[in-house]
């Protein structure tokens, strides 16, 4: 992780985490991270979002997702858009998206084949 972030950093791009701290254990519960590119500044590219099962079902998600675009806002008034991708089936993470604002926008469709397969006889190629 800090070898990718040094990468990230020797590139010029900005990357924001924010944490939800559990008080009682000192546990991480949740967090988000957001990466702004120096050759698009008007954007904000959230990465991963997650909160551990045990912490499920508090709003954590919303809750640093949300306090993350409150510190980008205050600190990057630059900063027009925020934009994200999430697999269609993860209800959890859209519902979260659209509790903040966000809108859909159309589907991206994401196929995967394995190189050998498609070179082996018999595949149909298009
Ligand atoms: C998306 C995510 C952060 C939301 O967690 P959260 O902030 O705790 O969600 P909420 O507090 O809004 O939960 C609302 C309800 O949904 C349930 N819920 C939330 N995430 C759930 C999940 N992944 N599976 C099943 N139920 C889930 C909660 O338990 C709660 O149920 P309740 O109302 O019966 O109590 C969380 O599901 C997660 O970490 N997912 C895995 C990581 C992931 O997919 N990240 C996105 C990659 S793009």
């Not at 949740?30 to 590119?37: A, D, L, N, R, Y």
């Not at 008007?42 to 099962?53: E, H, I, K, M, Q």
């Not at 079902?57 to 925020?82: N, S």
Request: hydrophobic residues 40%; aromatic residues 4%.
């Amino acid at each position: 992780m800090r070898a990718a972030e040094a990468e990230a950093r020797s590139q010029g791009l900005e990357q924001r985490i924010v944490a939800a701290v559990h008080q009682a254990t000192g546990e991480v519960a949740g967090f988000t991270e957001v990466c702004v590119h120096p050759r698009r500044p008007g954007w904000g590219y959230p990465r991963d979002t997650a909160v551990l099962t045990g912490h499920r079902g508090h709003g954590l998600g919303r809750c640093v997702k949300a306090h993350m675009i409150r510190w980008l806002v205050a600190e990057r008034p630059g900063l027009r858009r925020i934009s994200t991708t999430t697999g269609a089936e993860n209800t959890h993470m859209i519902r979260v998206n659209r509790e903040l604002g966000l809108r859909s926008l159309p589907a991206m469709i994401a196929v995967r084949q394995d190189l050998d397969a498609l070179l082996s006889p018999g595949t149909r190629r298009a």
